[in-house]
Nanobody
């Protein structure tokens, strides 16, 4: 299993930016799937971005493409989500999640499906846009 801790959420004005961070501890020297998800009150969880640890694959949901960027710093065991041009509809609890089982071919559709199959989750970090 992978342990995950998110940070970086805040209250910002529309048009602003944030960098969300996910500290992870997983098997060293292993490629596996990680994703960022969000859930607003009363709405279903939505996958927004995916990345393969130690890989080159990144993928974004259409709703955030061009505004959000997922990246990794494996020396620090960190995955980041840079969120720009924030809108009120981006207000949500943001989670990172991981699963050691998925290749990139599985990671992307499972992220887009909302992450129901992901094994490991952080506690979330709140983003509020006003």
């Amino acid at each position: 299993h992978v342990q995950l801790v998110e940070s970086g959420g805040d209250s910002v004005q529309a048009g602003g930016s944030l960098t969300l961070a996910c500290t992870f501890s997983g098997p060293p020297s292993s490629t596996y799937c990680m994703g960022w998800f969000r859930q607003a009150p009363g709405k279903e969880r939505e996958g927004v971005a995916a990345i393969m640890i130690l890989g080159a694959t990144t993928y974004y949901a259409d709703s955030v493409k061009g505004r959000f960027t997922i990246s990794q710093d494996n020396a620090k065991n960190m995955v980041y989500l840079q969120v720009n041009s924030l809108k009120a509809e981006d207000t949500a609890m943001y989670y990172c999640a991981a699963d050691l089982r998925w290749s990139s071919a599985q990671c992307i559709p499972l992220m887009l499906a909302g992450g129901v199959e992901f094994a490991d989750w952080g506690q979330g970090t709140q983003v509020t846009v006003s």
